[in-house]
């Protein structure tokens, strides 16, 4: 080991024991122990000649695209890195998937190489040709399996034995499914995860005539919203009493609702799937509802979360509460050498001083070069993520308005609803007197860079004032004046 590398690692063994204290009790209690940070680094030779890597990436999907791009700024990838991914194709911006990806085909939907990391954030388009160029050895639809967290080994669905130096698990989540005795593996039957998947709902849209999408919230609405580009009969089925309900008030979403209703779309709330029976084609043919309603369909599209993608990584250390594998501010897991980041990773969300997973790609990209920062460099700055969501939909040429929502902070306290959504709307929230949220639709690019000033300083607002905000601009300078 060089001794840059070897202060490097110093460094990391020293600050483990400084920080998160809701990670300590688990340490202990670990049966593999908390015995030391050190690893030994196996240097594999730059033609990655040998079975030894010094970092490998599992997962190859939009973290393990940003936490390539970080090794490469710090000149850490060269014959040094692999990803080992299960997907067929280079790592790309996941949520392209449910918007360009499904424009109607004489829209100029999206399709690869466009909208491969990082093009999301503006980085070089990292092809398959741009991980060549830069040395990182790349095992495409090779899942691993196994890992050996004695021997520092993983293996792969086709036997391959790898072993590492570093490991950071990327493996993002699975879209959870409806039981296959209840029809949930019927042809027709679509849930978005990957690339594949959205292959395979483009090629049922383009025969479709009547779409029932399952699930009212991020996947639910925009693929309600790309189904009406394709003019094609439209339902959308939930539980629950309005849209996105984790997010959205009930009067923000009255707004959308009337909207996507306004554009053909039919909703059926507060219902729940009994199964998905079959024609004589063997394809989906009806949604039977637990009330005994009956709906007719040729493409289903399930959109009711998802799950951490933990195996075979169950013995790296899971959150009990939020699921995921368990990490510190610098995305370590208790497993010395071992990283988890991503939708997979269960980090202190230090602003709310609270552990989460965070299923959002502004996440993805930013705790993957967090934790390669800290890995590779001097870094010891503990992750301070402000949690961001946002949508868009509705973007293809012609399309009746684009929809184009950010929302920054927490959603805690009381709200303050201002604007008609003609075509600005924005949400405040408000607890013991502070601004914890906002939620802007169809805001400017200086109002959008505002909300994250306010969500991370919390200002105490006038909430009288603020109620009596005559449009969004003004609302937005109310609470602006108040930083
Ligand atoms: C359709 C869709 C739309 C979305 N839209 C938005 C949006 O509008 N805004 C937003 O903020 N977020 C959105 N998200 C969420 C966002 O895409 C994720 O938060 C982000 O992709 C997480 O990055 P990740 O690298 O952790 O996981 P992923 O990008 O899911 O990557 C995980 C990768 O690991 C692979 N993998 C899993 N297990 C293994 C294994 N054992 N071996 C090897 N490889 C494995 C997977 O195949 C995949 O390639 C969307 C997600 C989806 C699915």
């Known amino acids: 080991m060089s001794s840059v590398r070897r ?12 920080h998160s204290v809701a990670l300590r009790p688990d340490r202990r209690s670990s049966p593999i122990g908390f015995r030391s940070f050190r690893r030994s680094y196996v240097v594999s030779s730059s033609d990655f000649a040998n079975e030894n890597r010094e970092f490998v990436i599992v997962g190859g999907g939009n973290a393990a695209g940003y936490a390539a791009r970080t090794f490469v700024e710090h000149g850490m990838a060269d014959g040094r890195l692999a990803i080992v991914s299960k997907e067929a194709v280079a790592p790309y911006e996941r949520p392209a998937l449910t918007k360009g990806y499904l424009f109607p085909s004489d829209k100029k939907p999206a399709r690869l190489p466009g909208f491969h990391t990082c093009v999301g954030s503006g980085g070089d388009r990292q092809t398959p040709d741009w991980y060549k160029e830069k040395g990182i050895e790349m095992f495409y639809e090779d899942p691993v399996t196994n890992v050996d967290i004695e021997k520092q080994t993983l293996t792969t669905n086709s036997g391959k034995l790898l072993k590492f130096g570093s490991l950071i698990i990327a493996t993002g989540c699975i879209a959870s499914r409806f039981p296959e005795k209840i029809g949930g593996n019927l042809p027709g039957v679509h849930y978005i995860r990957d690339v594949a998947d959205a292959d395979a709902l483009v090629s ?8 029932v999408v399952v699930g009212g919230g991020y996947i639910g609405m925009e693929v309600a919203a790309a189904a009406i580009g394709w003019k094609l009969d439209t339902t959308i089925i939930f539980p629950e009493n309005h849209l996105l309900q984790r997010l959205f008030t009930a009067s923000l979403a009255r707004r959308y609702e009337e909207f996507y209703q306004e554009n053909g779309v039919k909703f059926i709330k ?5 199964y998905l029976e079959a024609g004589a084609d063997g394809r989906v043919n009806y949604v039977k509802l637990e009330d005994g309603t009956t709906i007719e369909a040729d493409t289903v599209v399930i959109g009711i979360g998802a799950k951490p993608a933990v195996g075979p990584f169950e013995s790296v250390g899971l959150d009990s509460n939020v699921g995921g594998i368990q990490v510190d501010g610098l995305f370590r897991t208790r497993i010395p050498g071992i990283f988890a980041v991503g939708d997979v990773a269960a980090f202190p969300l230090k602003m709310y001083n609270r552990i989460a997973r965070v299923e959002h790609v502004d996440h993805a990209r930013r705790s993957a070069q967090h934790c390669v920062k800290a890995l590779v460099s001097a870094q010891t700055d503990t992750y301070d993520y402000l949690p961001s969501f946002y949508s868009r939909v509705f973007e293809y040429e012609g399309s009746p308005r684009k929809i184009w929502w950010q929302f920054f902070g927490d959603n805690v306290g009381e709200t303050i609803e201002i604007g008609n959504f003609n075509p600005k709307i924005a949400t405040f929230w408000i607890d013991s007197g502070k601004l914890k949220g906002v939620l802007l639709e169809s805001g400017n690019p200086e109002e959008f860079q505002l909300l994250p000033k306010l969500a991370r300083s919390q200002p105490i607002v006038d909430k009288a004032k603020l109620q009596n905000a005559s449009s969004v601009e003004e609302a937005l300078d109310i609470v602006q004046s108040s930083l």
């Open 204 to 211: 049922s849209l383009e025969k479709a005539r009547k779409v």
């Open 7 to 18: 202060r490097m690692a110093n460094l990391a063994n020293s600050v483990c024991f400084k």
């Open 270 to 274: 507060g219902a729940s799937i009994k």
